[in-house]
């Protein structure tokens, strides 16, 4: 990538301020700009691209994706999953990507450069994303359809028009699960298949939904439910029942088995995961090297472990892991109980943030339980950003089975997923106004994950975070866990690990209890490579600092440090070594 010419004003504080205006006539810019906009309707208007998948948003693309964001213009439409719309799409992008070859780079400075980059990027892969072929094949507990839709009422506004145009969306369920069913049996026709455990998921996840009562269904909107309710027994409840049926009928009995979890078994497996590789990572390491980078932090993570567990009495981590588990104060014994923990200690998180953030401007948050229809399938806990401006972030957390979900979890996960991790990142985001949508709703895993990844570590050297041993005992399960997602992700993947695999080496390497060990794996056959974004971009974002560190000596300021790194959104790791090296440069 060429370098780019950043001029950046950085105080040392946290303080995000909307970009600098482009210069009047400049072409280069106004070219950019159209194409950019462009590019965004498009993305918007009609489908999706599942190879995309947006970090625990869904994926990227199309018009639930649009009001998950806050954009309103295609509220009353529900994607267009027919292969007719993927290939316009397609050829839209080609197109705009051919175009955008045009612009004079050259000419582009500053905020201008790095959206060319970014856009750049973002075509690019939209294009090579068509490889994977997951409308064929991908049934996802996480980020499918079912759950989309479930969710699509709380990005809808309390207003007469906003009731109608959710159940004109709501209306359309029978064609798009039709859609998808129609693409997933042509995926048979070509080997394309979901792995049998996330079908498996998917149908109890529809059963679940299939069973709620009116009163108390996520299709509808908290005010105003009757004005949409005979949409959820003519339209939803029946497309959702033959979707089920489909799935149990043609799909379950040729899903792939545990002993072919991984993408590499499907055709063309190989050069889709690369893709997904190169993609979450921002780096062209090969599979066989992440798989060892990840055993080697493991080793590492591990000693410091074996350190705390030696403190606590424990010959090893094993042992001290064992304790911790039969420790009934390491558990609430209710949902309730399980919030209000995680409630108290968000506060007191906020309170510690000013000790390396400045003046940010924190947007509300939110803690709510996963819903039950799939909190059973679900991970212990993710951040859902604000779907526009005025509403809140949400951080869920799954308060299934809390006797099963130990307290020395709890606070790196809150930290990963709220503050100072996705909530601080995602705030600082949507405070640059100007910028592109296609920058402020969408970026690169390696930083978004690695962001909150280094939050958690962060959280405990310089925030003082941690309330003692056991919870710091609990953050080095966390990052052994982002360090053996290198190794199961890569090893289901690429190297023919089988299902037992996977989960037992989760479960011998974190503190993650078997359910959740299941859950994370499934997840990771799902979303090929996402996983290996967290521990790469921690790892790059640590080692900028202790450069900074080493170079700036005295004048090492870690609210400077965290103000240049979010101070121009999500960017490529290899964008963000150019920003903190101008940092450094205007520092010195």
Known sequence: MRRIALTMSLAAGCATHSPAPRPPGSDAAQRLRSIGDRYWDALLATTTLPALNQNGIGYLGGPLYATSIGDHRFDDKLDDLSPEATAALAGTLRGLRDELETVPARDLQGEDALSYEILREQLRDASEAGACRMELWLVDPQNGPQTQLAQTAQGYRDTAADRKALASRLSQAPRYFGQIADNLRKGLAHDLVASRANVTRVIEQLESLIALPAASSPFLPEKGREEVEPVLGSAVVPALTRFRDFLRAEILPRARPDERLGVGALPNGTGCYSFLVRRHTGGTRAPEALHQLGL?????????????????????????????????????????????????????????????????????????????????????????????????????????????????????????????????????????????????????????????????????????????????????????????????????????????????????????????????????????????????????????????????????????????????????????????????????
């Open 296 to 588: 080697e932090q493991l080793r590492s993570i591990e000693a410091e472990a074996r350190k705390i567990a030696a403190d606590a009495g424990h010959d090893s981590i094993e042992s001290f892991r064992a304790a911790l588990k039969a420790d009934k104060s390491q558990f609430k014994a209710t949902r309730e109980d399980l919030l209000a923990f995680n409630r108290d200690l968000l506060a007191r998180t906020l309170s510690a943030l000013p000790k390396g953030f400045g003046d940010l401007k924190l947007l509300p948050l939110e803690v709510r339980p996963v819903e039950q229809y799939r909190e059973a399938s679900f991970t212990a806990g993710y951040y859902q950003p604000p779907a526009g401006e005025g509403s809140p972030g949400i951080y869920y957390v799954n308060t299934y089975q809390p006797e099963t979900r130990p307290l020395f979890n709890i606070e790196p996960l809150l930290f990963h997923e709220a503050v100072p991790g996705h909530h601080l990142q995602g705030s600082a985001m949507l405070d640059l106004r100007g910028l592109p949508e296609y920058r402020r709703e969408f970026g690169p895993t390696a930083y978004i994950e690695g962001w909150a990844l280094y939050t958690e570590r962060m959280s405990d050297e310089a925030l003082h975070l941690y309330s003692g041993p056991k919870a710091r005992f609990g953050m080095l399960g966390y990052q052994a866990w982002r360090a053996a997602r290198l190794v199961v992700d890569t090893g289901m993947h690429a190297l023919g690990w089988d299902r037992e695999k996977c989960v037992k080496f989760l479960t011998d390497h974190t503190t993650l209890p078997r359910l959740e060990a299941e859950a994370e794996i499934d997840r990771y056959a799902a979303s090929p490579g996402q996983a290996l974004g967290y521990m790469i971009g921690e790892l790059e974002i640590y080692r900028l600092r202790r450069d900074a560190e080493r170079r700036l000596g005295a004048k090492f300021d870690l609210r400077g440090f965290h103000a240049a790194v979010l101070r121009h959104g999500p960017v490529s790791m290899a964008t963000l070594a150019q920003i903190v090296e101008s940092w450094i440069a205007g520092t010195l």
